[in-house]
């Protein structure tokens, strides 16, 4: 269904995370987990830390599609592709923009940008340049609708994937990691206490000996 809304799809004015796809220079696809939030019936924010592909492709091209999945270990790799073996994305045609969407996701957000703000955030890191965008939705297609529910494991893996990304900035900018380590493992072992056979459990061990591996243990 094209004409659904943002709420059907599952974005709400708290932040949720996606993929969002662009087109580079050369009109190849990009993909990257970000992290959005609806403003009212037909608009999307997000902010973007720089430097970012998708920010640059963004504002060339003046448009994205925000993929919806429920897969959490799909999320996190295409988030992670500088510490785990990238997965397999299949990139179709989309109704409505030049920009393509992925295959088997639940539902999908085409954008069109309206606005892009640079700005200044402060955290634990220090200070970091992003750029808030917003844009308009044209059209909002949900694919499989339905009642799915949380799982903690899920939980503490995207939380782990935040916190990975956190330790590799912490770390360029020569900050001493070891605290932020701890909390990933503790994280990491929460997600395999919960489902140990499980597909996050699998992506949640590759990921803490990735970050182990490129920070030398701290």
């Known amino acids: 269904?094209?004409?659904?809304?943002?709420?059907?799809?599952?974005?709400?004015?708290?932040?949720?995370?996606?993929?969002?796809?662009?087109?580079?220079?050369?009109?190849?696809?990009?993909?990257?987990?970000?992290?959005?939030?609806?403003?009212?019936?037909?608009?999307?924010?997000?902010?973007?830390?720089?430097?970012?592909?998708?920010?640059?492709?963004?504002?060339?091209?003046?448009?994205?599609?925000?993929?919806?999945?429920?897969?959490?270990?799909?999320?996190?790799?295409?988030?992670?592709?500088?510490?785990?073996?990238?997965?397999?994305?299949?990139?179709?045609?989309s109704a409505l923009l030049r920009t393509p969407r992925l295959g088997g996701m639940r539902g999908y957000a085409y954008l069109r940008v309206r606005e892009v703000e640079e700005r200044e955030v402060e955290d634990e890191l220090g200070t970091s340049t992003a750029s808030r965008v917003l844009c308009r939705a044209v059209g909002v297609e949900v694919v499989s609708p339905g009642v799915k529910p949380f799982l903690r494991s899920e939980f503490f893996l995207l939380e782990a994937a935040v916190k990975a990304s956190r330790i590799l900035v912490a770390r360029e900018r020569g900050m001493k990691v070891r605290r932020m380590v701890e909390e990933l493992r503790r994280l990491v072992e929460e997600c395999l206490r919960l489902a140990p056979s499980s597909k996050e459990a699998e992506t949640a061990r590759e990921l803490l000996e990735a970050v182990e591996r490129r920070v030398g243990m701290w």
Do not use: K, Q, W, Y
């Open 1 to 93: 269904m094209l004409m659904a809304s943002l709420r059907e799809l599952g974005l709400r004015d708290s932040p949720g995370e996606v993929i969002l796809s662009t087109l580079n220079p050369d009109s190849s696809p990009h993909a990257a987990a970000v992290g959005v939030r609806a403003r009212g019936e037909e608009e999307v924010e997000m902010l973007l830390f720089h430097p970012s592909v998708s920010l640059s492709n963004l504002r060339r091209e003046g448009e994205g599609v925000l993929n919806v999945t429920d897969d959490v270990s799909l999320l996190v790799r295409v988030g992670l592709r500088n510490l785990l073996p990238p997965p397999r994305l299949e990139f179709l045609p």
